[in-house]
């Protein structure tokens, strides 16, 4: 009776309804595009971060993070890297990279970067060096002249594919070598900063420059699935990995702790979103209250009555609260779908914030940002709407079971 | 056998500094079955003592039995379900809920009474044939003449079967035609199920309905007399 009495009491003045019913509906909406539009843009700096050369875990010297030295390297790794795999869940990618400090040199140019030896088959879903380059080729086996430069870097060199650079760095034994490489290939990465920072050449062909055997500099680990969620304790997986390598000068490490940075700002993301969600609610629930008070006192005589036919002052509150529970849950069902639609079909090919591409850079922001909808966000915008929406309409409930009979029955 | 008994109340009414008396030591008692009307001009005191017998008011001083239940010992959330047990109202206007319809209106005490859906039905449905609405049971109050509403008020007052229903100048808004019908309604009820009614009323076909007329001046009861 009190939901029949609530709905129909809700629509006794529609112009009202309505608006209110708009103002919680585009409340509601941008709380949850909002926060889908932020986990996006996290979203999309963690698997940047993590597709640039960090994996899931890494495993290094421990000297190596501090000192990226040829000399902090993992020696002759073939018994560790099957030690390794067998502890990792199944799916689990594996893939082995010598990298040193290095001179990118043309006839006009020199640039400083870091020279990345890479096993180009296996990096295929572990990096962004795995993808098909935007230009040319990645090396094939028979190809060991070959280097893979970035985008960025091409037109800060002012270079073209197939064009002759020279790489100059410290080999294991401290003298410095220099080798020509032709350019074979361009990658393209979501930031600038990253094609400029790397170049790449096969694993063995940079084993043999630094004259380091089959040594390498680290082993990174791409966990099954890879959006930063991996299905497994991720922290639980590292310390495994930590207490069972054989070699203990190595040292591994998940993705949260080489970017502390980003994993804090994720550890404190939803309760930012919390607070953007009460200071939405907040403006909302004074046009709440409004409204509700409205409701009550425009039915003064009609709860006098009520209470001189026997409703106690509990049932007059359960009666007023009944409505904004309808209302709002009203507004939370529409809200919910039209984020639901916002989302998915309005921004299902990303926002592009090309215009804002430097700035957005600096902070390791994707230059699309694909929103991500998660439950969670829709529970939690729903549910401070509706919990707090309740709680503020109390006073309106409260105040509606003041009215005495005698009162109200002689306003006219 | 007493339904009321009035023990020397009165009841002062505040408005700034001034006082106004409403009623004056006012004693009086109200027998199962009478069909009275409390008399008196505008300011008389008819409408308070019919609030305060109905427990919508409180007396100053004095005492209030409802069945031998005094008044003033009773709680907020007591004297709300006492009302709604023992109490039947009918007010001069705005006696409906809008947004129901008239059946709803008149199920809406039995519902609060927490009484089974079938012997609701059943209930609403025969008071409506005897207020003679049975065929605007779906209506909404809107959609009804006053005299109609009366009737329907008249319906919600008397079908939980209370002790004593209490109507506050049920007729001021009807046509002479319309409140004949009424009363003649309540007269019924009053003959056939023994349902106390008391009016409070300035309109003489009411008091000439009335069994017993009360009147009332300045607070004080000035006749009371017996027909």
């Given amino acids: 009776m009190y939901i029949i009495l609530a709905w129909r009491n809700l629509w006794r003045n529609r112009r009202r309804t309505l608006i209110i019913l708009t103002a919680v509906i585009i409340g509601i909406s941008s709380m949850i595009v909002m926060a889908a539009f932020s986990r996006g843009t996290v979203q999309g700096m963690v698997s940047n971060s993590i597709n640039n050369l960090v994996g899931h875990i890494k495993i290094e010297h421990q000297q190596h993070p ?7 390297r993992i020696i002759t790794p073939e018994k560790l890297l099957r030690q390794i795999t067998a502890m990792l869940p199944p799916g689990s990618r594996v893939v082995q990279r010598i990298r040193a400090d290095a001179m990118l040199s043309t006839s006009r140019e020199h640039v400083g970067l870091v020279l990345v030896g890479i ?14 380059p935007a230009q040319g080729t990645l090396f094939g086996n028979q190809n060991q002249g070959g280097i893979i430069v970035g985008r960025s870097l091409l037109k800060k060199i002012n270079g073209k594919l197939g064009q002759k650079v020279v790489i100059t760095c410290q080999g294991a034994d401290g003298t410095n070598i220099a080798k020509a490489f032709r ?20 694993l063995h062909t940079m084993q043999q420059m630094l004259g380091v055997g089959n040594d390498i500099t680290e082993i990174a680990i791409q966990l099954p699935d890879n959006n930063g969620n991996p299905p497994v304790d991720l922290a639980a997986t590292t310390a495994f990995l930590q207490a069972n390598v054989s070699d203990k000068q190595l040292l591994a490490r998940n993705w949260r702790q080489m970017l502390p940075a980003i994993s804090s700002y994720l550890e404190m993301f939803d309760g930012f979103m919390l607070i953007w969600y009460l200071i ?12 509700m008070l409205m409701a009550v006192y425009e039915r003064m005589r009609e709860f006098g009555l009520l209470q001189a036919l026997g409703m106690r002052p509990g049932c007059i509150i359960k009666m007023v609260m009944s409505e904004l529970l309808l209302l709002l849950t009203f507004g939370c069902s529409i809200s919910s779908v039209a984020a639901f639609i916002t989302v998915h079909f309005f921004f299902s090919s990303g926002i592009d914030l090309a215009i804002f591409a430097e700035g957005a850079e600096f902070w390791g922001i994707s230059r699309i940002i694909y929103p991500l909808l998660t439950s969670w966000d829709i529970i939690a915008a729903n549910s401070v709407v509706l919990l707090l929406g309740m709680f503020t309409g109390l006073y309106p409930a409260l105040r509606a079971t003041k009215f005495s009979p005698v009162q109200t029955m002689r306003h006219v | 056998m007493a339904i009321v008994t009035v023990n020397n109340v ?9 006082e106004f008396k409403a009623l004056d030591d006012v004693s009086l008692t109200i027998n199962k079955g009478e069909f009275t ?5 505008s300011g008389s005191g008819k409408t308070t003592l019919l609030n305060l017998i109905g427990g919508i008011d409180t007396a100053d001083k004095g005492t209030i039995l409802l069945d031998g239940q005094d008044l003033s010992s009773l709680k907020k959330g007591e004297l709300a379900d006492l009302r709604l047990q023992d109490i039947g109202f009918v007010f001069q206007s705005f006696n409906l809920i809008p947004v129901l319809t008239a059946a709803e209106n008149v199920e809406y005490i039995l519902r609060l009474q927490k009484i089974p859906s079938s012997i609701r039905r059943q209930k609403v449905k025969a008071i409506l044939a005897d207020v003679g609405l ?3 049971a779906d209506q909404r109050p809107s959609e009804l003449s006053g005299g109609q509403q009366q009737r329907i008020a008249v319906a919600r007052a008397v079908v939980a079967s209370p002790a004593i229903v209490l109507a506050d100048e049920p007729t001021a808004n009807l046509d002479s035609v319309t409140g004949q019908k009424l009363l003649d309604l309540m007269q019924q009820m009053n003959t056939d199920k023994q349902v106390t009614f008391v009016f409070a009323t300035h309109d003489k076909m009411v008091m000439d309905y009335a069994r017993r007329v009360i009147t009332l001046k300045d607070g004080r009861i000035a006749d009371d007399i017996r027909k």
């Avoid at chain 1, 501090?66 to 902090?72: G, M, R």
């Avoid at chain 2, 009307?37 to 001009?41: F, I, R, S, V």
């Fill in chain 1, 66 to 72: 501090a000192d990226p030295a040829i000399e902090h």
């Fill in chain 1, 119 to 132: 096993d180009p088959d296996l990096e295929q879903g572990v990096s962004f060096i795995g993808r098909p």
């Fill in chain 1, 183 to 202: 350019i074979q290939g361009v990658f393209a990465t979501e930031l600038e900063s990253t094609e400029r920072a790397f170049a790449f050449v096969q």
């Fill in chain 1, 280 to 291: 939405v609610f907040l403006a909302m629930a004074f046009g709440l209250v409004n409204t």
């Fill in chain 2, 10 to 18: 009165s009841r002062i009414y505040h408005q700034g500094k001034t």
């Fill in chain 2, 37 to 41: 009307a409390l008399a008196g001009p």
């Fill in chain 2, 134 to 136: 049975a065929d605007k």
